[in-house]
Structures are given as structure tokens and as C-alpha cells.
């Protein structure tokens, strides 16, 4: 092979050729040689056998991983206690309330006669008892409580809603239906309690309840669809259960013979017609059914404005009815009001002896007994109806939180819905059981019960009796029936941790009816369910089968164009990673999380598109890194830039990173490099199939810092991407709502499943714009330390209390996420873009981007939340310096932030409804705290002085003073540095302070007792740490560095607070700087310039002048000197440079004879020049002749020799355009990939964009000067509003303090008693001494206590939302423990199918290699296999790096036959052959299904089934061939075995925006001159 062919050519040919890419190192000794064949797409790697040692990737896991590892398996036992305690919470307190409920209705029937017992009257005889009204007017009340406690706590509800939050005025429509169904629903309900179940036994009235749904039964059956699957049987089965309901309308009245009990079916419709709302649907093929639906949809929005006044109403109703029952009893309906203090009270109960039936074993006729005439009084036990009360109210609470719980962590099918079913049968059983027993011995429960009171008993049966005269059968009947009327509890859809307005119809419950009232109002899904044959229409409707953009969503599918697509609710996240100078060490963390997101994205797509499996969870990804500062100037010349060496470094932690995630060796295609209107672009293809796009920002061309690239990615993903896409408005809109921004820092790390919880939330919530994660510090030293003890405190007392009161203020851009239509709203996105013009504007706007960009979504309306349980990791300064300097700009801007947010507070409450004034007021609170802390910190430390050394208060106050003013007159005069080792110093100093004041604290501690305000505020503050952080057992060891916190407050609390300040005018971002690359004139002018200052300096000093050093160089006609020491000079006249510029002259020509010989070198032996360049575009210059002609021997021209360049090319530079032939883009350390163009429309948006809003600004030295000018101004007025509102709050505290005789506050608690004893009289002297709590304190526990409350408390409430959240998202894969016949094979794959394909999708060990790691233990290192591992690894020929290729060869080779299926299958989760059977079932399905629509590919562009066409080297033209009758074999495996590489290599149809597959040969492969001529 000749010297040209090892140059790389992208000229078109005419003919189809192969075209070899080769470089010098292709040609080895015995000729082997490395190519990849464009066409071919396949390396054929040939290991030399002395070669053939491996070294793996090692096994370190990250932070994240860590951490996920020991949660998951707590979390799992934590799921399985949540479904046990659950489960028996739901049907305990539910039988509780159902059985206490009808022990109430049992008492106030009136004339009621129960069996008394004798054991304190007498055995030998027999008693009777009837209640007194007092007594039945208890059970009343008590009866209206439990109805009344949740309609009051509906309206509670209902009011903070409508105070916090809004809801809309109802329309006179609306609230008159409202209105009428809840009244009838009221006096049903009345009906039921107080006229029908006193009438009936407690076993009848158990079952009465099952027959309460019977219009909802019929709202069910006329709303069926014809679009129901199975309409005609489910039909059926409702005709059946509305038979069912109705059969309850006339069994007991015609059985019982009472004339009241005719009122059931009055009262059973009534009741059931509080349900109505969640049996319409619009769906309905009936008119009035479908208006119902309509109506229903829009009492969502005014259900609180209407239960405000419905609920008080229902009550009064209910009272209303229970007056008019007591009136039609013959009662006068006032001694509902006049007995019920005596009912309350003590009173007495009278006991009637009745004259004793000898023989037989059935209870005697109460109501016909005989009376002796003899009657006893007893005392009754007066508070009994409260107790009962009290026991039902907290029961049918309990169950209906409980079930609540059930349902927001997705375990509602066991822990619901089946304790729900079972609270009947099991009251029935219980009420037979205590009732036959209470018959058989009426002192059974003595001592338990009142005598006086029992449940309504039913007479003595038999069994056969109960089936056939008690009518039992039927009681199955309606519960069958009720049953199936609820079937839609047990299937739930909503998501995980849905609001209760999703959950549940009607705000609260119905405490009476507890059982039938959360079977009834759990929502039903109306939406249709999302089936397996569903996603091939989604993924026709995605355009393609390879995993894509929504850039390619268009509306050319024929559909019309306000349809909404399947599609564009899939939700979409981009990660927007914003990066500036991070280390090798921060970019492998956070590549390594963009890598395990990319391989689970795989995983659901494939899952999906395989096994054909619905998954809630899946989405779309690409990841965008926006690299500041990227290029530098070149080495060679001036006038070029080359990218710098973070981008390198970036480039080269890639295949590091992917090998360390995915545990083999991988080499990721080279990176596409697109030249760019802002500098540059390099796209990666992942593993995964999912891209990584790197923006490579060039200064000169674009703005840089971290706001104006979040301004990029936002205009470019949301702006270009989405609004100038081809489709309707309601796409769109629709698309925007599920785009989600990811923001990521360079150094992250973080899990998916963190990603999956913010997901969560945002799902949740359409109102949510934005939601941050738990962010965790990592480093090492003690500042690290501190600010792990920060973080924790932050996250778990600040970050939740926000979250639970209010909104979170700031969601910090390391990682958080962000809807795309909030970001698109008015004054959100625009208002980002405004340039700072003020002072202000770059304290607000450039130090505290993230802050701001959340201020703007809050002044928008839109919600802010925080997850604890998504955790993300990132470096923090782990220096003194850089920790200072990041806090610099962090605490103005958080100042000015929260301060633009509270000066606006009225318009922001109007508009959003999660922030009210009992919020505001708390931020307050907070501003003040953070504003007058370095005072109360000094008051703070000269108390302590006082205690801990025994001095006065003045000497405290001095010696405090001191340190204070010198370190604010070092921040005022001198540099940074200087301030920082001041602050360092003090600093240390304050920290052994704070150490002796922690003894002297102690000690006052311990004189005082632990009653003393100090010790109570001391143990709250450490109590509520110490429980946060067992609340947080992940997090707990953040307590352990709380010490250093406490030693530095002080430091962090004052003098950063002033440093912060003073440096007001600094905008500089302060950390992670380093040295700009200069120019070479740069450079030249600094060293003259250093000259001159060295030569003044000189000329300066005393030995210079004596040395008679001068700037003129002047010598003299006569001079005369003394041993050097001073010259003296007469006549004297410039001296003569003739002589230097001779040198010169020799000096210029030597250089450039020395610059022609380095090039004639260079040309003769290119491979000894280290510096030599290899291109990767190809050269431009001559490519044939003799190259000796390039050497530029007759350019000396003065223009070459003036730049001194340090070129070493040898062909002449040529003209570059930046958008076409930039110089970056030949970097070999870029790697050879493609390179390629912007779109046209692409290149339009980025110019546009750059005019209006990222043209770079322009050095202007008069506005410079005037923004500093404004910038000192803006620091003097802060450090004086600021050091004035300190001094007179100390000022006054400190006054007060001196005056503590005459201004404190007697201590009631810790009271000291001293007792002393006089002898000479004889007299005891008891004296009390009290402590007293002085000014600073009071100041100390009143606000940082009150604070403290309202952070602990709203912590709890936190903690219970995020432990629900952890579990709701929690999988337990029971199918690995059940038997095959509780479970169908669909089942089995689609409760497990992402983990099977994260298993199947494995690159390590994909050829059987299992054996890297085997023998590493102690035991077994001779038992390792060395030397066949290192022989099979050398025999392969090709790796595979994109997962699903990985996952389609076990996929496609498994058999369930034939032993074990795949190595991994077995290995991972040992499946069971039914299992693989299912798989096998689900491949062969879907390959039918392939088969069937004759599809060419499976989702990898592959061009699979092309026998023979990938291995042609030849000019034959390709074609496509039909895949409609070949073998799986053919479809899967290559002519020569082993698989593509499209990771990284070369591919057709991969980057290809418009992803079709192309066969012909690449028509792109062209010269710079081929294509722009």
C-alpha cells in the first residue's frame, strides 16, 4: 500500500467500490490490517496470540449504586409490612365501625326490652331493662356525630382549599343537582339509622347494607359503551346484580311484617344515589346518561366551593330528620335538646324483674315477659355513647386513611379492595357470635359491657335455619351483586400517588356506611386501558421502528389535524447537562448515569416492542451536553481554534465509562462532528440507541456561562424542536405537557429510578412545573463534612417544610426537572433571556440562575415540589476558598431572589394557588432570620463569652467587636485572597471558641437543670435532628459532622454573611477557574510589558540609580566611574544602535533558515516530528507528485515571518469556513468519526437565535465602568441597610440585656427549692429561686423555636409522603414464589418483563463468557480457568455494543426445551421453564406479527434477512429484500455468525434523522470541495 493510501477519502465515487478507512498504524509486520468497510459495517479483528492478556473494567460502584443496593432490599420488606399492616388496619377498624355502628342503632329503638344480668342482683332470679330517653338520646348524638365528623372535616377541606388554593363558582345547574342528590342521600341515610336497622336485628341490618347500590347498578349498565370489550355478558351480569339489589327491597318487609321496614326501598335508593357521579360516563350511548357525564367532568372544578355549604347543610338536614323520627314516635322532638345533658351525664337506669320460665332452652319473650312489680335502679355507666362514639368515628377514619394509602402506593387490589369485600362476612360472623353467645349466658360479657346495652340480637337457629328461614342465600346474592357493582376497585389505573380528587369522587367518606362508601367513591377509570395490540398503532404512529425524536413527529400519517396521536402523550425527557471545567473523575460519574438511563430506556423500549408488554413507566431520551469555553487557540496559529482539553477529555471518558456500566470492554463509535454557527457539536450514538449530543460553545461566537446555556437548550428543544414542528396545536399541546428538561451539572450522579420518581410527580400533578431531588455532597475533608451536615438540614427540615406549606423556592439545577409547557409560558422563557443591564440583574439574574428561573414559574402560577427519595450525588468545594466563593454568590442572590418574591406577594397568592399568606409570612420569618443572623450570632457569642470566661458584658461586647470590625475593614480594602486567609484564620479562632463556650454552656447546663430555657431549647433542637436523621436511616451518619457545624457557625453564619456582602460588587463565578490559553501576541506583549515594569523597578531602587541605570541609554564623550559603583557622564548624546540592529537582522534570518529545516523535515520523515498533525478530514493541498514540491520554500513574505506561527504543515494554509472546514474538526484526538451538516432549517434557527439573543456582548470599557460603578454602589447601599438593621437589633437586645434585673421573664420551669433551717429560733425558711429568661433569650426561643416547630412538624408529613412514594414505586416480583397455576405466562412476563430484558440485553457474558470473575475468591484462585478464558476470548471475531442487537441473540436463541434457556436468564433470575416457555410463546407471536405486516427490521435498522449482502465488498448495487417467509435464524443471525456492531461502528441508517433504511452506498462521503464548490 502507497504513502496516499493511507490518507482518508471522502471523495464521491462513481463506481461502488468499498471504501477502506485506514490510518499509518493500520500495517503491522505480517500484514494484518484494520479496516471497516463502509459498506460491510463489520471489523474483522485478528488477536496476536502473545496479545491476547485482558484487563476488565473494574467494579467500582458509584455513590448512587451504593446506596441503591442497601435500600432496595429494606424497601422491599418495608413493602410486604405495608401490605400485612395495611390489610388488617382496613378490615379491622372497618369491622369496628361497621359492628360499632349498629351497636349505636340497637339502643335507640324505643320500648326496647333486653335481658339484664343477675350476677349482683341475684342468680336465682331474672331482669329486664328498657332504655330511658335519656339514654336513646346519648346514642342519637352520637349516631349524628359520626355522621356529621367527616361532612365537618369536608368542610375544613373545602375552605383551605378555597383559601390556599381556588375552585370556581358552580352554576345554579350544577349546585341544584348537588343539592338534590345530597339531601336525598341525607334522608335515606336518616331513614336507614333511625327507622329501619332499630327495627331489624343486627345480623338483618348487616346484611341490609349490601343492598345500597342500586342506582349506581343501573347508572352502570346504561353508561356501557359499545366500545366495551365483552359488553354483551358484562350486560348480562348487571341486569343480574340490579335483580340482586332490588330482591333487598322487599325480603325483609315481607318476611318481618312491619310496615317501617317498607321504607328500605326508599332509603336504599336515596342512599345509593349519593354515588352518582361515578357511574355516568360520557361515553354513554344515552343522552341523559352522556349530560350526566358532561356535568360530572365539570363539578371537578367547583366540588369546594360547593361543599363549603353543602356539608354544614347535610348536617342540619341530618339533625332535621332526627327530629321529625323522634316526632313521629310520639316524642315531643325538644328533648333531643333538653336531655342531652342528662344523657351525658350520670343518671340511672331502671332494672325490671320478670318472672323465671322453667325449662326449655329458647329465651323468653322480653317484650310479653311477666313483671314481678319489683324494680332496681343502677347506675349507668353515663360516658358509654361517647367512648362507642369515639371508637366508630376513629375506626371509619383509620379505614378510610388507610385505604387511601392503599391506593397511592399501588397496593389497592389486597389491601383495598379485599379487606373492603371481607367487612361484612366477617361482621355478620362476629355479630352471630356475640349474639349467641350473649343469648346463652347474659352475663358473658359483664364487666365488658354495660348490662344495659347489647347489640339487637336475632332469635336462637339452627343453622339450616339461618340458610333457609333467615334468608341467607340471598344476603350472598347482594353481596355478589355489590361486588361486581365495585368490580373497578379491584383493577385499579391510577398512578402511583395519586392526589385524593383522583382517587375518590366526593371529598371525605360516609363515617355510617364506611364499607359501601369507599367501594362507591373510589373513582373508576373511565379511560379506555392501553392493550398489547395497541403499541404496533403507537409505534406506526412514531413513524418508525428505531427509538427517535419527536423532531420526526409530523402529521403526513393521512390522520386530520386536531387529532391527538397515542404517541405525543409518551413521555420525553431530555437531560440538558450544563459543563465548564470538570475533572475526569466528575465526568465518569455523570457519564456513567446518562449510560445506565440510556440502557433501561433501552430495556422498556425493547420490553415493549419484544415482549409486547404495556409499561407505565416508559419514555424517551436524549442527552444534550452544553460545553462552555470549549476551544482555545490552536498550537499552530492564531487564527484557528481547537477544541480544549476538557473536550478531549470528555471524548476520551466515554468508552471508559460505558465498559465500567456495562462490566466488558466497549468501544463507542466515534462521535459525528458537525460544525456549528456557536462552535461545534459531536454526537454519540449510546449502547442503548439513544443520543448524546455535545454543543461545543465557543465564546467568540455565543455567550457563555451557565444561564445563556440553559437559554440554548431551552429555545433549541422547545423552541425548534417542538414549536416549528409540522403538526396541529393540540399535538403539540399535548406533546409539551409530557416533555420534560432534565438538568443536569457535569458531575452528577444519579440511578434511573431517581429520574422515575420525578416522573412521579410531575404525572401527578399537571399544575407542577418543576421538581428537585435530594442532593448529596461528595468529596472528602472537613469542609465536605460541614456541608453534609448542611445538605441534610437543608433537605430535611428547610426543602420539606416548603414543600408541604408552600412551594419549594428553588430547584437547583444539578438535578431537577422542568415541564417544557411551563417553561413555554408567558414571562417565563422570554423573561431568561433578558440581558443584565443593572446592578441588580447580575446579583438576581447570572449568580443565581436556578433561583430565579423557579421565581419566574412560581410568579406563573405553577407548583414547585421536592422528592427526598430521588437521590442524586455531586461534588462539592472541598476548600475553604472555593467553598466561600461559591457561597458568595449563592446568599445575595437567594436574597434578592426570596425579596423579589416577597415584595410581589399579593400578585404571586392571586395567581398561584399553592402559596397563601400563612407561607409568605414564614418566608419572612426566614428573610429576617437570614438578615439579622450575623447579629443574633454575635449576641449569640457574647452571651456565651460571658458564661463560659466569667466576665461583664461590656468586656464580652468588646473583645467580640474587634475581630469583626478588622475583618470587614480587610473585606473593604484588600484582594480576595487576602479576605479569604483572614476569614480562614478567624474562622479556626471562632471554632476553639465555640469549643470552650460548649464546656461553659454545658457547665451553666448543669447548674441550672435541664428545666432551664437553655437545656429545653438545646434538647428540642438536638431531639428534632436526631429524629429527622432516624427518619432518614439512609442519611443518618449526616448527624455524626454536626459538631463541625456547630463549631461553625460563627464562620458560616457571620463572617460569610459578610464576606458575601462586602463582595456584592463581584460577579465573577468564582470557582473552577483556570488559565486561559494566550495568543502569541498576548504573550509577547506581557513579556514586554514585564520587561518595563522590571526595568522601572530597577531604575527605581538606589543601587540602580547609583548604577546610573537610565531610560535613555544615553552615553557619554568623557565618563568616568568608581569600581562601578556610580557613572559619571560629560557631553552627553544617544547612543548608537547600529550595533543592535545587526543582531537582530542575523537573528531573523538563523530563525528562519531553522523554520525551512524543520520543514523540509518534517516532509522527508513525517513519523519523527512529534508534533505532526494527522488529519482526519483529509488534506487539502496536493495529494499526488512529489510531496517534496509542498515544502514552501519561497514564502517569505514579511507577513509569515511577523506572525511567527508555528505551523508545521506542509501544504499551504487554505481558506477555512467556520460552518464547513473549521480546523477543530481534523483533531485526531476528536477520533475519526463522520462528519456532517446542519439541516438548513437547523442552521436558520441557530443564526436567528444568536442575532436576537446569544450574539456574545462586546468588551465595552465605558459600560464596564459604569455596571462597576453600580455594582459598588448597589454593595455600599446593602452593607449599610444591612450593618444598620445588625446594629440597632443588637443595640436594642443588648440594652435590654444590661437591664435583665428589670426586663425578664420568670421561668416556671426548673425551679429551685432551698430549705433552711434556723435553730436559734427554731424556724424552717423555704425559699424558691427562678430562673429567669433574659431578652436574648426570649429572642432565641420564640422565633428560632416557633421555626423549629413548623419545620419538625412539616418534616413528619414529608417523611410519610416520601416513604408512600418509595413504596408505591417499589416492584415485588411475587411470581418468583407463587406456583405456576396462580399465574398465567402473560403475567409472568409482564409483571417482570424489564427486568427479564435488562438481563437479556446484557453485553457482558454475551458469548457464554461467564467466567472473568470465576474463582475470585480466596478458595478457588487454582481453580481458575486462565488459560481457556484467554483462548476464548481471542477467538472472537466481533463484540456487540448496542443492547437490543445483544438482547435479540439470547431472545431469538432461547429454548425452553432444551435445558437451560440463557446463560443470564439462569444466572440472574433463575426462571422457570414455564417461564422461558412464555418468552418463547411471546417471540413467536411477535415474529408472526412481523411476518404478517412484512416489516424489514426490528427496531435496530439492521438490515436483517439480506443473506449474503452484508459480506459483498464487490460494486454490486444492494436491494431490499422481503422478510415475509424466511427463518428466525435468517432474520437474526449473520452469514458469517456474530452481529453488527452499531455502536460503534459505522452504520447505515443509525444517525439518519429520517430513519429509513438505505442499502445504497452513502451519497455523503465527499470532500469539503466536492460538496461547497
Same mark, same amino acid.
Given at each position: ?914 402559596? &397563601? =399568606?400563612? +407561607?409568605?409570612?414564614?418566608? #419572612?420569618?426566614?428573610?429576617? *432570620? %437570614?438578615? @439579622?443572623?450575623? !447579629? ?50 478567624? &474562622? =479556626?479562632? +471562632?471554632?476553639?471558641?465555640? #469549643?470552650?463556650?460548649?464546656? *461553659? %454552656?454545658? @457547665?451553666?447546663? !448543669? ?567
Amino acid at each position: 500500500m502507497s504513502d496516499t493510501g493511507r490518507r482518508t477519502h471522502y471523495e464521491k465515487h462513481d463506481h461502488e467500490e468499498p471504501i477502506y478507512v485506514a490510518n499509518n498504524n493500520s500495517i503491522y509486520s505480517n500484514g494484518t490490517i484494520h479496516y471497516c468497510s463502509i459498506y460491510s459495517q463489520r471489523t474483522v479483528q485478528e488477536t496476536k496470540g502473545w496479545d491476547v492478556f485482558r484487563e476488565f473494567p473494574p467494579k467500582q460502584d458509584s455513590v448512587s449504586m451504593e446506596q441503591q443496593k442497601c435500600l432496595e432490599m429494606t424497601v422491599r420488606m418495608l413493602k410486604i409490612l405495608a401490605y400485612a399492616v395495611t390489610f388488617l388496619v382496613v378490615l379491622g377498624s372497618g369491622v369496628i365501625a361497621k359492628g360499632t355502628m349498629l351497636f349505636m342503632t340497637s339502643q335507640i329503638k324505643k320500648d326496647r326490652r333486653l335481658a339484664f344480668c343477675n350476677q349482683n342482683l341475684g342468680r336465682d332470679k331474672q331482669f329486664i331493662v328498657s332504655l330511658p330517653d335519656e339514654e336513646r338520646v346519648a346514642w342519637m348524638w352520637a349516631i349524628l356525630a359520626a355522621f356529621a365528623i367527616p361532612e365537618i372535616g369536608t368542610l375544613i377541606r373545602s375552605v383551605r382549599i378555597c383559601f390556599f388554593k381556588s375552585s370556581k363558582r358552580p352554576t345554579m345547574v350544577q349546585l341544584a343537582v348537588i343539592f338534590i342528590a345530597e339531601s336525598l342521600h341525607t334522608i335515606g341515610m336518616a331513614m336507614l339509622f333511625f327507622k329501619i336497622l332499630p327495627e331489624l336485628d343486627v345480623v338483618k341490618g348487616a346484611m341490609i347494607t349490601n343492598c345500597l347500590c342500586v342506582v349506581p347498578a343501573i347508572l352502570g349498565l346504561l353508561s356501557r359503551s359499545s366500545k366495551d370489550t365483552k359488553r354483551f355478558m358484562k350486560v348480562i351480569v348487571d341486569m343480574a346484580a340490579i335483580v340482586a339489589q332490588v330482591t333487598g327491597f322487599i325480603v325483609w318487609p315481607l318476611l318481618e311484617n312491619k310496615p317501617v321496614l317498607w321504607l328500605i326501598p326508599i332509603a336504599s335508593l336515596c342512599i345509593s344515589l349519593g354515588w352518582w357521579e361515578n357511574y355516568v360516563s360520557r361515553q354513554s350511548p344515552i343522552g341523559i346518561i352522556k349530560s350526566l357525564g358532561r356535568l360530572k367532568d365539570e363539578l371537578n372544578f367547583t366540588r369546594y366551593y360547593t361543599y363549603r355549604f353543602i356539608s354544614i347543610w347535610k348536617c342540619l338536614l341530618f339533625m332535621m330528620c332526627i327530629l321529625f323520627s323522634i316526632w313521629m314516635d310520639g316524642d315531643e322532638p325538644s328533648m333531643f335538646f333538653q336531655l342531652f345533658n342528662p344523657g351525658f351525664g350520670p343518671h340511672n337506669i331502671v332494672v325490671e324483674e320478670i318472672q323465671i320460665q322453667l325449662g326449655g332452652t329458647m329465651i323468653p319473650d322480653l317484650v310479653n315477659a311477666t313483671l314481678t312489680g319489683d324494680s332496681v335502679e343502677v347506675a349507668a355507666v353515663h360516658k358509654s355513647a361517647f367512648y362507642v362514639m369515639l371508637i366508630q368515628i376513629f375506626a371509619a377514619y383509620f379505614c378510610y386513611i388507610f385505604g387511601k394509602f392503599a391506593c397511592k402506593i399501588l397496593i389497592q387490589g389486597f389491601s383495598y379492595a379485599f379487606p373492603i369485600n371481607l367487612v361484612i362476612p366477617l361482621v355478620v360472623n362476629f355479630l352471630i357470635a356475640a349474639c349467641g353467645l350473649r343469648n346463652g349466658d347474659n352475663c358473658i360479657f359483664h364487666g365488658t359491657v354495660p348490662d344495659y346495652l347489647f347489640f339487637e340480637s336475632p332469635a336462637l337457629f339452627s343453622l339450616s335455619d339461618f340458610i333457609s328461614r333467615q334468608m341467607a342465600w340471598v344476603w350472598l346474592l347482594w353481596l355478589l351483586s355489590q361486588t361486581w357493582i365495585t368490580i373497578h376497585i379491584w383493577t385499579p389505573k391510577a398512578e402511583r400517588l395519586a392526589s385524593t380528587e383522583k382517587l375518590f369522587i366526593l371529598p371525605m367518606y360516609n363515617g355510617l356506611l364506611i364499607d359501601q362508601s369507599m367501594a362507591l367513591n373510589r373513582k373508576r377509570d373511565d379511560q379506555r386501558d392501553v392493550k398489547t395490540e395497541d403499541l404496533a398503532e403507537i409505534e406506526k404512529e412514531k413513524g418508525d421502528e428505531y427509538y427517535e425524536t419527536i423532531s420526526v413527529h409530523t402529521d403526513n400519517t393521512g390522520s386530520s389535524p386536531k387529532t391527538v396521536k397515542s404517541s405525543d402523550s409518551i413521555t420525553r425527557i431530555y437531560a440538558c447537562a450544563t459543563m465548564w471545567h470538570e475533572t475526569k473523575d466528575e465526568m465518569m460519574e455523570f457519564l456513567k448515569s446518562i449510560l445506565r438511563l440510556d440502557e433501561d430506556q433501552c430495556a422498556r423500549r425493547v420490553a415493549q416492542k419484544y415482549l409486547r408488554v404495556v409499561d407505565p413507566d416508559y419514555y424517551e431520551f436524549e442527552t444534550h451536553i452544553f460545553l462552555d469555553d470549549a476551544f482555545e487557540i490552536s498550537d499552530h496559529s492564531d487564527d484557528d481554534s481547537q477544541v480544549n482539553r476538557f473536550v478531549k477529555l470528555l471524548v476520551d471518558t466515554l468508552d471508559e465509562a460505558a465498559s465500567n456500566v456495562h462490566q466488558t470492554i466497549i468501544r463507542i463509535r466515534p462521535p459525528k462532528k458537525y460544525p456549528a454557527p456557536y462552535g461545534g457539536r459531536l454526537t454519540w450514538v449510546l449502547p442503548g440507541k439513544t443520543k448524546m449530543i455535545c454543543h461545543l460553545k465557543d465564546k467568540a461566537k455565543i455567550r457563555h456561562r451557565k444561564r445563556w446555556s440553559q437559554v440554548m437548550y431551552m429555545y433549541y428543544l422547545l423552541g425548534h424542536r417542538l414549536m416549528e414542528l409540522p403538526i396541529s396545536v393540540d399535538r403539540k399541546e399535548v406533546m409539551a405537557e409530557n416533555t420534560y428538561l432534565l438538568t443536569l451539572d457535569g458531575d452528577i450522579d444519579f440511578q434511573p429510578h431517581a429520574v422515575r420518581l420525578l416522573i412521579d410527580l410531575m404525572k401527578k400533578n399537571k399544575n407542577l412545573g418543576a421538581a428537585c431531588g435530594r442532593i448529596h455532597p461528595v468529596g472528602s475533608g472537613p469542609m465536605v463534612w460541614y456541608q453534609m451536615f448542611e445538605y441534610a438540614i437543608g433537605h430535611w427540615l428547610q426543602k420539606a417544610t416548603e414543600h408541604m406549606i408552600g412551594c419549594v423556592l428553588c430547584s437547583p439545577g444539578c438535578f431537577s426537572l422542568f415541564r417544557g409547557k411551563a417553561l413555554m409560558d408567558d414571562n417565563v422563557m422570554k423573561k431568561y433571556t433578558l440581558r443584565s443591564d443593572e446592578a441588580r440583574h447580575y446579583v438576581q439574574y447570572d449568580q443565581g440562575e436556578d433561583r430565579w428561573l423557579c421565581t419566574l414559574l412560581l410568579q406563573r402560577g405553577y407548583r414547585v415540589e421536592y422528592s427526598a427519595a430521588s437521590d442524586a450525588y455531586t461534588h462539592c468545594p472541598e476548600g475553604f476558598n472555593e467553598f466561600y466563593n461559591q457561597r458568595r454568590r449563592w446568599v445575595p442572590s437567594t436574597i434578592a431572589n426570596i425579596m423579589d418574591l416577597l415584595v410581589d406577594y399579593k400578585h404571586t397568592i392571586k395567581i398561584n394557588d399553592n402559596i &397563601s =399568606t400563612p +407561607y409568605i409570612a414564614y418566608q #419572612m420569618m426566614l428573610m429576617g *432570620g %437570614t438578615i @439579622l443572623g450575623p !447579629g443574633t450570632i454575635f449576641l449569640m457569642l457574647v452571651g456565651a463569652f460571658v458564661a463560659a470566661f466569667r466576665i461583664d458584658n461590656w468586656t464580652s461586647f468588646e473583645y467580640n467587636l474587634y475581630p469583626i470590625l478588622i475583618f470587614m475593614f480587610v473585606c473593604f480594602t484588600m484582594k480576595s485572597e487576602y479576605q479569604l486567609l483572614v476569614a480562614q484564620i478567624l &474562622s =479556626t479562632a +471562632y471554632a476553639m471558641i465555640m #469549643m470552650a463556650v460548649i464546656v *461553659g %454552656t454545658a @457547665l451553666q447546663l !448543669g447548674e441550672d437543670g435541664i428545666g432551664s430555657p437553655s437545656a429545653i431549647f438545646l434538647i428540642s433542637l438536638s431531639s428534632s435532628f436526631f429524629i429527622a436523621a432516624c427518619l432518614h436511616p439512609q442519611e443518618f451518619w449526616c448527624i455524626v459532622p454536626g459538631i463541625i457545624y456547630l463549631l461553625s457557625i460563627p464562620s458560616m453564619y457571620l463572617l460569610l454573611i459578610l464576606y458575601s456582602v462586602i463582595n456584592l460588587n463581584v460577579v465573577s463565578w468564582g470557582t473552577r477557574e483556570v488559565q486561559v490559553k494566550k495568543t502569541k501576541k498576548e504573550i509577547e506583549q506581557e513579556k514586554k510589558e514585564a520587561e518595563e515594569a522590571k526595568k522601572k523597578a530597577k531604575q527605581s531602587s538606589l543601587i540602580g540609580f547609583l548604577q546610573g541605570v537610565n531610560s535613555n541609554e544615553e552615553e557619554g564623550s568623557i565618563e568616568f566611574s568608581f569600581a562601578g559603583l556610580f557613572k559619571c557622564l560629560l557631553c552627553t548624546h544617544p547612543k548608537s544602535n547600529e550595533e543592535k540592529v545587526q543582531l537582530l537582522h542575523i537573528a531573523s534570518t538563523l530563525e528562519k533558515m531553522e523554520k525551512k529545516l524543520d520543514s523540509l523535515e518534517k516532509t522527508v520523515d513525517p513519523h519523527g516530528q512529534s508534533r505532526s498533525r494527522k488529519l482526519s478530514v483529509g488534506l487539502r493541498g496536493s495529494t499526488s507528485g512529489d510531496p517534496l514540491v509542498s515544502v514552501a520554500e519561497g514564502q517569505e513574505d514579511d507577513n509569515e515571518s511577523d506572525s511567527e506561527t508555528d505551523t508545521l504543515s506542509t501544504t499551504p494554509r487554505e481558506k477555512r469556513d467556520d460552518l464547513i472546514n473549521p480546523y477543530w474538526i481534523e483533531d485526531p484526538d476528536l477520533k475519526k468519526g463522520e462528519v456532517d451538516f446542519l439541516s438548513q432549517s437547523e442552521l436558520s434557527f441557530w443564526k436567528d437565535l444568536l442575532d436576537k439573543y446569544l450574539y456574545p456582548i462586546d468588551a465595552n470599557k465605558e459600560e464596564e465602568a459604569r455596571i462597576a460603578g453600580d455594582l459598588i454602589e448597589l454593595r455600599n447601599k446593602s452593607v449599610f441597610a444591612f450593618v444598620m438593621f445588625n446594629a440597632l437589633f443588637i443595640l436594642i437586645v443588648f440594652l435590654l440585656q444590661l437591664n435583665k434585673d428589670q426586663l425578664h421573664v420568670i421561668w416556671p420551669l426548673g425551679v429551685k427549692t432551698n430549705i433552711t433551717y434556723i435553730e436559734e429560733t427554731g424556724e424552717v425558711l423555704i425559699s424558691k429561686e427562678y430562673l429567669q429568661l433574659e431578652p436574648i433569650g426570649l429572642v432565641f426561643v420564640f422565633f428560632f423555636a416557633l421555626i423549629l416547630v413548623i419545620q419538625f412538624t412539616a418534616m413528619m408529613f414529608h417523611r410519610f409522603g416520601t416513604i408512600s412514594h418509595i413504596l408505591a414505586s417499589t416492584e415485588m416480583n411475587w411470581f418468583c414464589t407463587k406456583k405456576s397455576e396462580d399465574l398465567s405466562q402473560d403475567a409472568l412476563l409482564d409483571k417482570n418483563a424489564i427486568a427479564i430484558v435488562k438481563d437479556l440485553q446484557k453485553l457482558n457474558g454475551l458469548d457464554d463468557d461467564y467466567d472473568n470473575d470465576s474463582g475470585s475468591g480466596p478458595h478457588n484462585v487454582g481453580r481458575r480457568k486462565t488459560i481457556h478464558n484467554l483462548e476464548k476470548a481471542r477467538q472472537k471475531k466481533r463484540n456487540i455494543g448496542t443492547l437490543d442487537v445483544a438482547f435479540k441473540k439470547r431472545f431469538f436463541s432461547m429454548n425452553a426445551n432444551d435445558g437451560p434457556g440463557t446463560p443470564v436468564l439462569n444466572r440472574k433470575i433463575t426462571l422457570r421453564r414455564e417461564t422461558l416457555k412464555a418468552l418463547e410463546t411471546r417471540r413467536n407471536s411477535v415474529m408472526a406479527e412481523r411476518r404478517k405486516s412484512q416489516m424489514q427490521t426490528l427496531g435496530a435498522n439492521n438490515e436483517y434477512g439480506v443473506t449474503g449482502m452484508l459480506n459483498n465488498n464487490h460494486g454490486v448495487p444492494r436491494h431490499r429484500t422481503s422478510t415475509a417467509n424466511i427463518s428466525v435464524k435468517d432474520v437474526f443471525a449473520e452469514p458469517n455468525g456474530g452481529q453488527v456492531n452499531r455502536g460503534y461502528e459505522t452504520s447505515l441508517g443509525d444517525e439518519d434523522d429520517s430513519n429509513s433504511i438505505r442499502l445504497q452506498p452513502r451519497q455523503n462521503q465527499v470532500t469539503f470541495q466536492g460538496r461547497y464548490q
